[in-house]
């Protein structure tokens, strides 16, 4: 925690991916959050072990063939959006990074997409679904960036996290 920021005034950061890749991503920007109340989600309970001290909760997991998994998931993360009120949404991929970014954004919090570096021909179809939800919408890749990434002006590329 930055010094002389009280618990109370720290942002409440919302960070969440699914597995593998997305999670490595987002746990790549940890230092970033440093001063912040941050809220880990991911879709499996042993990543509390990459977290330690920190918020950890675990959701299903689910894919667009799975359409009573996806429901599952968004009421959860309903729940868990109204039991943080994150200030900040971030998250680096797949369907949990959906559902908080779009609901993040019905509740009033900034919202921000990472698309995964494994996507380097084009934005994945997640983040496509998300552009208009983010308030800001990032690649990893210089290529895919086509403006400085708010809605509807393409991807912004501040780097990448690997």
């Excluded at 959050?33 to 909760?57: H, K, L, M, N, Q």
């Excluded at 894919?63 to 039991?83: P, S, Y």
């Excluded at 559902?99 to 994945?124: C, P, Q, Y």
Aim: hydrophobic share 45%; proline share 6%; charged share 15%.
């Amino acid at each position: 925690m930055a010094a002389g920021t009280s618990p109370k005034q720290s942002p409440r950061v919302l960070a969440i991916a699914s597995g593998g890749g997305h999670w490595v991503q987002l746990l790549r920007l940890r230092p970033a959050f440093e001063g912040a109340r941050v809220t880990y989600v991911s879709v499996r309970p042993a990543y509390a072990t990459d977290v330690p001290g920190e918020r950890f909760i675990a959701i299903n997991d689910a894919t667009r063939w799975d359409k009573v998994g996806l429901a599952r998931m968004a009421f959860k993360l309903l729940w868990i959006m109204l039991w943080t009120r994150p200030n900040v949404v971030i998250s680096t991929g797949a369907a949990p990074g959906y559902f908080a970014i779009r609901l993040g954004k019905l509740l009033g919090a900034r919202t921000i997409w990472l698309d995964s570096i494994a996507n380097v021909e084009e934005m994945s179809m997640t983040g496509m679904l998300v552009k208009d939800h983010a308030t800001l919408w990032m690649t990893q890749w210089p290529h895919l960036a086509a403006g400085g990434g708010a809605n509807n002006q393409g991807p912004a590329c501040h780097g990448s996290v690997l």
